[in-house]
């Protein structure tokens, strides 16, 4: 006899499903896939395809032959996985690195929990964290960005990221101002700097989060908190100190934080079930993002900053429970 286990009530019916939200997702990474590919070239490409199939046939292999359950790869998840996990690492990034990045992704991240919907974490940032730990040299050179129109070969020339140039000026004793002279905000706005795959085009980011907000795929809550909360951290360190700690817009445009707080940060899996957990979260996700850009030993701290929070999603949920459908109190 088959049983059915379902939630208390109400019910409430949807058209939505995890195919359509995960492939909605996909189409919103779409312009910064475009943006990758006229900066890097063949190697965006190279770095996507290698880092897409790998999860895929990861996922493959294990429900196969190991967990021996329904094969869930068409439902997208995958797929967005490895996209992720592209767009947070250079594009210079060896094949084989990409593979291990993918098996602990994939492997350990989701599939060791049971799957799609059990993963505590974000699959993609615990890949691209273990590959951080365990390649930081492969995963910290930067290679330079130029168009694809262009007649100049860039291929071998490597740079820092904007916030690899402050925190390096910083240790050898320069200003802030004296850091940023030669930076371009609006360089910074469309990518054309040092970073990962698809981090770097704020405009393409930006496009993509707009569009899962419209879709309903995401509230506009989290990630506007997360920006909102290093923009005035930050803004509080700059009217402080204006030579020692940078203004907010450069921490916004710079790293990975709109990446993060758009399309990582508003995993559903991996964050808290009501608004006001979700509130929480995001203050969590950009304080701490703050705190280990201006403070820690790494330029960037997003994909930290959300691992940190993803673990403490059970508890936020258990102090935001809603009461009961029905429940009178006596």
């Not at 790998?54 to 996922?59: D, G, K, Q, T």
């Not at 040299?137 to 930067?142: E, F, H, K, P, Q």
Request: hydrophobic letters at 55%.
């Amino acid at each position: 006899m088959n049983q059915f286990t379902i939630s208390g009530s109400p019910h409430v019916h949807g058209e939505e499903s995890t195919k359509k939200i995960m492939y909605s997702v996909v189409i919103a990474m779409l312009p910064m896939f475009l943006v990758s590919i006229y900066f890097f070239g063949l190697n965006a490409l190279r770095v996507v395809a290698i880092s897409v199939a790998s999860c895929l046939l990861i996922e493959w292999l294990i429900q196969k032959y190991m967990i021996k359950g329904p094969n869930t790869i068409s439902d997208g998840s995958a797929l967005v996985t490895g996209m992720l996990l592209a767009f947070n690492v250079p594009a210079n990034i060896p094949w084989w690195m990409l593979v291990i990045g993918a098996a602990v992704s994939i492997g350990i991240a989701k599939m060791s929990f049971g799957g799609l919907g059990k993963n505590p974490f974000n699959p993609a940032l615990v890949g691209r964290v273990f590959m951080l730990i365990s390649f930081p040299i492969a995963m910290t050179t930067w290679p330079v960005p130029h168009p694809v129109f262009s007649n100049t070969v860039l291929d071998a020339v490597t740079g820092p990221t904007p916030l690899g140039i402050l925190k390096e000026g910083l240790a050898q004793g320069l200003t802030v101002e004296e850091i940023t002279k030669n930076i371009d905000y609006i360089d910074l706005l469309i990518g054309n700097r040092g970073g990962s795959l698809a981090e770097m085009c704020a405009i393409a980011i930006l496009i993509g989060g707009l569009f899962l907000i419209i879709r309903r795929v995401i509230d506009w809550q989290t990630p506007v908190i997360i920006i909102a909360t290093v923009a005035i951290i930050a803004g509080i360190c700059w009217l402080i100190n204006p030579a020692q700690y940078v203004n907010p817009l450069y921490h916004i445009l710079s790293g990975g934080l709109l990446l993060g707080a758009f399309f990582m940060a508003t995993d559903m899996v991996t964050t808290p079930m009501t608004m006001g957990g979700k509130i929480v979260f995001s203050i969590g996700v950009g304080a701490l993002t703050i705190i280990i850009r201006l403070w820690g030993a790494y330029p960037e701290g997003m994909s930290f900053a959300i691992l940190i929070m993803n673990a403490f999603v059970p508890l936020i949920n258990k102090g935001f429970k809603p009461k009961r459908f029905g429940l009178v109190k006596k």
